[in-house]
């Protein structure tokens, strides 16, 4: 067994969807980035990868490639399921958690989690993902940005 920890964090903007877990959440700003800039996507791909000791999504998909721009993160996440396949692990369950004061997103956590289920090719009942805020403190407390906390078992 193999345990990895992943974490990411976007700057709320405006013209741009918010993105996460794979689900488009209407809302008035997005988040920034070179990608659909899904932090909960990204925390679960840092999560697997350093289960897998593989690195980072940096190093395996750089910001500064253009193939990279917009793509979906679930895109991405595909890949890194194949980077852990041939490594020879599986995932055993994913904890994670999005740290957001607005908007409110517990009804769409169901779809995130069948997403990401999907593509990782799991049952819902190996991924759970939780919302909660900062009560109004730091980054995502005031609105500026969205982060995501990720803790994966890979089996071997």
């Known amino acids: 067994?193999?345990?990895?920890?992943?974490?990411?964090?976007?700057?709320?903007?405006?013209?741009?969807?918010l993105v996460l877990g794979g689900v488009t959440v209407p809302y008035q700003f997005g988040l920034a980035g070179h990608s659909d800039a899904d932090v909960l996507v990204h925390a679960i791909m840092d999560a697997l990868l350093g289960a897998a000791g593989a690195g980072d999504i940096g190093r395996h998909f750089p910001d500064y490639d253009r193939k990279y721009k917009d793509i979906s993160s679930l895109v991405l996440l595909d890949r890194?399921?194949?980077?852990?396949?041939?490594?020879?692990?599986?995932?055993?369950?994913?904890?994670?958690?999005?740290?957001?004061?607005?908007?409110?997103?517990?009804?769409?956590?169901?779809?995130m989690v069948e997403k990401v289920a999907t593509v990782l090719k799991l049952s819902p009942q190996q991924?759970?993902?939780?919302?909660?805020?900062?009560?109004?403190?730091?980054?995502?407390?005031?609105?500026?940005?969205?982060?995501?906390?990720?803790?994966?078992?890979?089996?071997?």
Not at 6 to 16: M, P, S
Not at 95 to 107: C, E, N, Y
Not at 131 to 156: D, N
């Open 80 to 111: 890194v399921s194949e980077i852990i396949l041939t490594r020879g692990y599986k995932v055993g369950n994913i904890d994670a958690v999005i740290v957001a004061q607005r908007p409110k997103l517990a009804g769409y956590i169901p779809k």
């Open 127 to 156: 991924i759970n993902i939780k919302a909660t805020t900062t009560e109004g403190l730091g980054f995502t407390g005031t609105g500026e940005g969205i982060a995501s906390y990720a803790v994966a078992l890979l089996i071997s």
């Open 1 to 17: 067994m193999r345990i990895g920890f992943g974490y990411d964090v976007h700057r709320l903007v405006e013209n741009r969807p």
